[in-house]
């Protein structure tokens, strides 16, 4: 069974953090790249973090030094530990694999105020 379940997200001020859990079924996760993606209102869909199986991370440029991703591969398990969060953060933020498949969870929506 396919499943991608996002969870941690809410409202912050800037400069605050938010913690992000991607619970992955066995299918998606094994052995793939994980990677957390986010969309904001009107714009398309963009890569944020990757993370191998073996634990090795990239980040997108506006992120690196920010956020952190790492990965659980006994629970199946992907996180997104964001610090120093900026309005421009703001978005519904999603995981799947790298490249990503055509099934995508439900997201987790992360808002930050000035």
């Known amino acids: 069974q396919v499943r991608l379940v996002e969870s941690g997200g809410g409202l912050v001020q800037a400069g605050g953090s938010l913690s992000l859990s991607c619970a992955a079924s066995r299918t998606i996760f094994s052995r793939n790249v994980m990677a957390w993606y986010r969309q904001a209102p009107g714009k398309q869909r963009e890569l944020v973090a990757a993370?191998?199986?073996?634990?090795?991370?990239n980040y997108a440029d506006s992120v690196k030094g920010r956020f952190t991703i790492s990965r659980d591969n006994v629970k199946t398990t992907v996180y997104l530990q964001m610090n120093s969060l900026k309005p421009e953060d703001t978005a519904v933020y999603y995981c799947?694999?790298?490249?990503?498949?055509?099934?995508w969870g439900q997201g987790t929506q992360v808002t930050v105020s000035s």
């Open positions: 799947n694999r790298l490249p990503y498949g055509e099934y």
């Open positions: 993370i191998t199986s073996g634990g090795n991370a």
